[in-house]
């Protein structure tokens, strides 16, 4: 999977469809489906679910809504590895990725500046080899976007010091890039009840929403021996979530946006005993916001000390 320093899509025809026809149709179909807020100023960052279309389609389909049309030059993929185990974040700088709907190419710079800013990254494509979480997001980015570049970066087993670090790292991407964003891939809690799952969703959707980092960390942390049935963790991409929640701290993100939450069980091929949810969320900053300054020690300050939480878990899920 790993030809002339391009990425050549894996998980087409398992988690979204693999004809090309097929593929532009269904996601021109859900992106139809979905509603557009009416956002204003500058959208720095989404999240948005990496399930198969079938369960997570609509969910992701509401979060990429809110760009469509929008300028934007480069597409930082962020995630959680849940396949390699890894220390810190692997970086791909490769040439391209490619999915039915043709190639994206990478960002090659920024990625380079990306892993040689941050302690514990480093470019390491073999960690992205049997990923779903990046991929499926990307036929939508395809379907919303005319022209741009991908920084794809999973986070393996990183410590808080390589998370502030990627934070500021990213941060320093969309300020010196107007029309640079975060997608964060991640799907919510795992295998609950339909209604557990809920509740849970809509707590840690809170938490998002009013940019409280160390609540978000708090609410994963309450999953070990949780004795709500069957929940195996509330956010597999934890990581992820938290160092795109402090990028948008640092670039001036007061408050985010729900676009969509639902689970499996909504799905018509789902269960309602065994759920996974989906969230969509738009970190954006308002219109006439002043641009942040060069070194946000304000920004930094506030959040410095909730990073500390995301020790939790490896990365794996």
């Known amino acids: 999977y790993f030809r002339v320093g391009s990425f050549k899509e894996r998980h087409a025809g398992q988690f979204y469809p693999g004809d090309p026809a097929a593929l532009r149709s269904e996601v021109e179909r859900l992106l139809a489906g979905a509603k557009k807020l009416a956002i204003e100023g500058r959208i720095v960052a989404l999240i948005a679910p990496h399930a198969g279309y079938p369960y997570s389609g609509p969910t992701a389909a509401a979060a990429f809504k809110q760009i469509e049309g929008r300028p934007t030059t480069t597409v930082i993929l962020l995630g959680c590895s849940h396949r390699a185990y890894f220390p810190g974040a692997a970086v791909w700088s490769g040439e391209s990725w490619r999915t039915p709907l043709g190639l994206v190419p990478v960002d090659r710079q920024a990625a380079e500046k990306l892993a040689a800013a941050v302690r514990g990254a480093s470019i390491l494509p073999e960690a992205h080899a049997q990923e779903h979480s990046l991929e499926v997001e990307l036929p939508f980015l395809q379907s919303v976007l005319k022209s741009f570049r991908?920084?794809?970066?999973?986070?393996?087993a990183a410590d808080p010091g390589t998370l502030q670090e990627l934070s500021r790292a990213m941060?320093?991407?969309l300020r010196n890039d107007p029309a640079a964003m975060i997608v964060c891939s991640t799907d919510m809690t795992h295998y609950p009840s339909y209604e557990d799952a809920r509740r849970i969703d809509r707590e840690t959707l809170e938490a998002i929403r009013t940019m409280n980092l160390q609540e978000v960390a708090e609410i994963?942390?309450?999953?070990?021996?949780?004795?709500?049935?069957?929940?195996s963790c509330a956010l597999c991409g934890e990581k992820a979530v938290l160092a795109t929640m402090r990028a948008a701290a640092i670039l001036g993100v007061k408050e985010a946006e729900i676009a969509d939450y639902r689970n499996s069980g909504d799905s018509p091929i789902g269960e309602k005993e065994r759920v996974v949810g989906y969230g969509a969320?738009?970190?954006?900053?308002p219109p006439g916001a002043p641009a942040p300054a060069n070194r946000p020690e304000e920004n930094q300050a506030k959040t410095e000390e909730t990073m500390k939480a995301t020790q939790g878990q490896d990365g794996l899920s």
Request: glycine share 8%; proline share 7%; net charge negative.
């Open 150 to 156: 991908i920084v794809p970066v999973l986070i393996g």
């Open 171 to 173: 941060a320093e991407i």
């Open 220 to 231: 994963e942390s309450k999953c070990d021996g949780s004795a709500v049935p069957n929940l």
């Open 281 to 285: 969320v738009v970190f954006r900053l």
